[in-house]
């Protein structure tokens, strides 16, 4: 069991960063791929990015690539997302979440349903 908490939403002006983290708790935390997910209003809920358990890959979606960094620091249970030159389509809640990666660590996905575990999600808005 994997239990996620995020924080570091807020309002920002476009163009401004944001720094959010997930705190994970238990042990295991570095056998599992981490996540970034958003919904929007009335929206389903995205992938943003993706970094594997060993933190050496990471996947980004389209829409904020060259804009969103996603680390993770297995020492400390944190998985974080920097985001960059903000633009009022950001706004969303976003989610940390984590799917078990047996086999290689370098595994990533953006795929919603692959999914084991997820935080309570963090409002994030983007003012223009």
């Known amino acids: 069991q994997v239990q996620l908490v995020e924080s570091g939403g807020g309002l920002v002006q476009a163009g401004g960063s944001l720094r959010l983290s997930c705190a994970a708790s238990?042990?295991?935390?570095?056998?599992?791929?981490m996540g970034w997910f958003h919904q929007a209003p009335g929206k389903p809920r995205d992938f943003v990015a993706a970094i594997s358990r060993s933190g050496g890959t990471t996947y980004y979606a389209d829409s904020v690539k060259g804009r969103f960094t996603i680390s993770r620091d297995n020492a400390k249970n944190t998985v974080h997302l920097q985001m960059n030159s903000l633009k009022p389509e950001d706004t969303a809640v976003y989610y940390c979440?984590?799917?078990?990666?047996?086999?290689?660590?370098?595994?990533?996905?953006?795929?919603?349903?692959?999914?084991?575990?997820w935080g309570q999600g963090t409002q994030v808005t983007v003012s223009s």
């Open positions: 979440a984590a799917v078990r990666s047996l086999g290689s660590s370098e595994y990533v996905t953006e795929i919603l349903g692959a999914y084991d575990y």
């Open positions: 238990g042990r295991t935390f570095s056998s599992y791929a």
